[in-house]
Antibody, heavy 119, light 110 residues
Framework: QLQLQESGPGLMRPSETLSLTCTVS??????????WGWVRQPPGKGLEWIGS???????YYNPSLESRLTISVDTSRSQFSLELSSVTAADTAVYYC???????????WGRGILVPVSS | FILTQPHSVSESPGKTVSISCTRS????????VQWYQQRPGSAPTTVIY?????PSGVPDRFSASIDSSSNSGSLTISGLKTEDEGDYYC??????????FGGGTKLTVL
């Protein structure tokens, strides 16, 4: 059974770079047709797609975050990662990693990790 | 593009409720619509994919459709149960593979 597990810092300071990793188990990160993405949810608010990556390294980013965002994949470790630079309080959110079929269906999610940004 | 949903809906147990999702640009028929249910403290789960398909395990009380004339999708839940309460999000994408979620609709079954 596919499992995704987010890992990262418990607290960020403004202007720092957020780094999160998602470890995939139970299936191959190189499975054809599946993308690996990041979705965030500020407290009490809705879902926001951050960006996604294919195992080949092809990336798709939310235009509103693209200038601060890097998503990478390490197939040897079955991991994909997110780096978001120059964080502010507005980046405080639960960050989910997820798998999605083609671009469309998010069919498996991690449990999410809360990342507060505060001075 | 953006996907617009009502902020909240409420209905009594046993009744039927519909949640709309209107696409601002691009044809609703060209890019599939998915629907997710999210309960407090949990990750979203899929209730509808590819406009109207139900994953295994989702009861047939959940159905969905798209309407090209209004450029919108709609999720319908019949025979409402208290366990259906939660937030519902529609989701689609565009030609550049950019994913968009709707703002979410809070369903209250009272």
């Amino acid at each position: 059974q596919l499992q995704l597990q987010e890992s990262g810092p418990g607290l960020m300071r403004p202007s720092e770079t957020l780094s999160l990793t998602c470890t995939v188990s139970g299936d191959s990160i190189s499975r054809s047709g599946y993308y690996w993405g990041w979705v965030r949810q500020p407290p009490g608010k809705g879902l926001e797609w951050i960006g996604s990556i294919y195992y080949s390294g092809t990336t798709y980013y939310n235009p509103s975050l693209e200038s601060r965002l890097t998503i990478s994949v390490d197939t040897s470790r079955s991991q994909f990662s997110l780096e978001l630079s120059s964080v502010t309080a507005a980046d405080t959110a639960v960050y989910y990693c997820a798998r999605h079929l083609r671009v469309e269906l998010f069919d498996s999610w991690g449990r999410g990790i809360l990342v507060p940004v505060s001075s | 593009f953006i996907l617009t949903q009502p902020h909240s809906v409420s209905e009594s147990p046993g009744k039927t409720v519909s949640i709309s999702c209107t696409r601002s640009s691009g044809s609703i028929a060209s890019y599939s619509v998915q629907w997710y249910q999210q309960r407090p403290g949990s990750a979203p789960t899929t209730v509808i994919y590819e406009d109207y398909r139900r994953p295994s395990g989702v009861p047939d009380r959940f159905s969905a459709s798209i309407d090209s004339s209004s450029n919108s999708g709609s999720l319908t839940i019949s025979g409402l149960k208290t366990e259906d309460e939660g937030d519902y999000y529609c989701q689609s994408y565009d030609s550049r593979n950019h994913v968009v979620f709707g703002g979410g609709t809070k369903l209250t079954v009272l």
